[in-house]
């Protein structure tokens, strides 16, 4: 694999091939989202730095330092990443798998690379690795992956080249889930990648359970018949689906503004291709139709999504939020 064979993050790639030809320095800081690629960019930029015959683009892919990289046996490459269940990593491992390695030289490519999870560094983890990162040995290399910079004592930031990678567009992740499951239809694919934010190990993690598809599902039929609904199933059984997923509050309101979204767009063009409810279109017209939906009214029913995230979040009463948000949303989408 080569940086071209990465999805996006083109910035990135150019700002990390230029020191694969040339001088590369001996800190780099890869910053993004959880989940975005940092450790597989950052993998494949060691990759690079180790590789043979390097190029703008990484490594060669047939040397042997290319080799032993792929197979994850390369004496010259170290990761120190949080364990699982672990909040930080210890300082003893920073000592012992980082610190009292870097001054053993490269044993068959030119300089030694150190992948490190930043995440799993507390204060006293990363004032042990400062002294290295101040006084680097010639040979040694360190990429530090973290997801908020302001995690890192200041120190530590100014002392690497710090690369920050950006959510995908909607259309590569997309393209990235569909190569990966031929199988999974187009719809529910584009429902992953407009979900997760551009953000592909989010997309990825959420396939991994039929939660999102099961709740659009679910928020789509609510919606479409919220004008005939009565009061008395409203607060009952539909409350009772939000309070049984209260964990997700967040999510299915995220997912509701994506709803409002759909029908805003088919009232602007019903032959859009930026549609994720495709099998649902006719029914969103008719209902729309039918109650006289327009787009102020469709802003109305976000304006009541907005209230409620606001009240959840400030800690309200959960039943009354949720009961004055469906009471709302009924009222908006009804004629008249």
């Known amino acids: 694999m080569a940086f071209s064979e990465l999805i996006g993050q083109s910035y990135a790639k150019e700002r990390l091939g230029v020191p694969l030809v040339g001088e590369p320095g001996h800190a780099f800081l890869l910053s993004g989202p959880s989940g ?37 046996t390369h004496p010259d490459y170290r990761e120190l990443l949080l364990p699982a269940g672990e909040k930080n990593i210890k300082v003893a491992d920073v000592r012992s798998r980082i610190l009292s390695d870097v001054g053993i030289l490269s044993q068959i490519a030119e300089r030694k690379v150190y992948l490190i999870d930043a995440d799993g560094l507390a204060e006293e983890g990363q004032n042990a690795l400062l002294k290295t990162l101040e006084e680097p040995p010639k040979h040694v ?19 690497t080249v710090s690369v920050r990678l950006v959510p995908n567009t909607e259309e590569e992740v997309k393209k990235h889930l569909l190569t990966k499951n031929p199988d999974m239809l187009e719809e529910e694919a584009s429902l992953y990648a407009r979900f997760s934010g551009g953000i592909i190990g989010y997309a990825e993690k959420l396939m991994e359970t039929t939660w999102l598809t099961d709740a659009w599902d679910t928020l789509m039929d609510m919606i479409l018949q919220l004008p005939t609904i009565s009061r008395a199933e409203l607060l009952s ?35 859009s291709e930026n549609l994720h409810g495709e099998t649902k279109k006719d029914k969103m017209i008719s209902m729309m139709k039918r109650n006289k939906m327009t787009v102020g009214k469709i802003g109305k029913c976000s304006m009541v999504l907005t209230t409620a995230a606001k009240a ?21 989408s009804m004629n008249g």
């Open 36 to 72: 975005i690629g940092k450790k597989t960019l950052g993998r494949e930029f060691a990759k690079g730095l180790l590789c043979s015959h390097p190029t703008k683009e990484g490594g060669c892919g047939t040397c042997s330092n290319c080799i032993y990289m792929r197979e994850k």
């Open 141 to 159: 290399v360190f990429i530090l992956t973290v997801s908020d910079e302001s995690k890192l004592l200041p120190t530590i930031l100014s002392r």
């Open 237 to 271: 059984t539909r409350y009772n689906y939000f309070y049984e997923e209260s964990d997700h509050f967040p999510e299915l309101l995220a997912l509701m503004n994506m709803i409002f979204d759909e029908m805003a767009v088919l009232l602007a063009d019903p032959t």
């Open 312 to 332: 959840h979040k400030a800690n309200g009463n959960f039943e009354i939020l949720v009961c004055r948000m469906l009471l709302a949303l009924k009222k908006e």
